[in-house]
């Protein structure tokens, strides 16, 4: 299975996500970055050799390949309307390629698991509701 339209939309709307790699010592580290998605993988990286020292690049070196993207917007506070797509994936790399930052060093990540909610805008259900979400593996 793959993303929707609706979900590709999205994904290419949204430049920044929140990205989260595990650590040595299990402690997962999480940090806003760049996100490119080609329409299968995504692509988290930079220009020149210092993002190479990252943590995220560091980590992902080190066999800790597992790690998670969150996308995600506040459409409005009143009413309440949230957007979001969250994937977990397989990190691969450093790949040396040109991305949407110029030429660089880039992790390939490819998604495993997804989940989106509300990429629609709809205002939140009323009462115990919440909006429901839809879960795909890749």
Do not use: C
């Not at 993988?41 to 980590?59: C, H, S, Y």
């Not at 790399?93 to 390939?108: I, N, Q, S, W």
């Amino acid at each position: 299975m793959t993303f929707t339209d609706l979900e590709v939309a999205y994904l290419r709307s949204q430049p920044i996500a929140r990205f989260a790699t595990v650590g040595a010592e299990e402690q997962p580290d999480a940090v806003p970055v760049a996100v490119e998605f080609d329409g299968s993988v995504f692509w988290v990286g930079g220009t020149g050799e210092a993002v190479l020292a990252t943590r995220k690049m560091r980590n992902v070196r080190a066999g800790r390949r597992k790690v998670a993207l969150i996308f995600d917007d506040v459409v409005s506070f009143d009413p309440f309307i949230v957007r979001v797509l969250r994937v977990y994936g397989v990190a691969d790399g450093p790949v040396e390629r040109t991305g949407m930052v110029g030429p660089g060093y880039f992790l390939r990540i490819t998604p495993t698991v997804s989940w989106s909610w509300n990429l629609d805008g709809e205002p939140e259900p009323a009462g115990e509701n919440w909006y429901e979400a839809r879960r795909t593996v890749h």
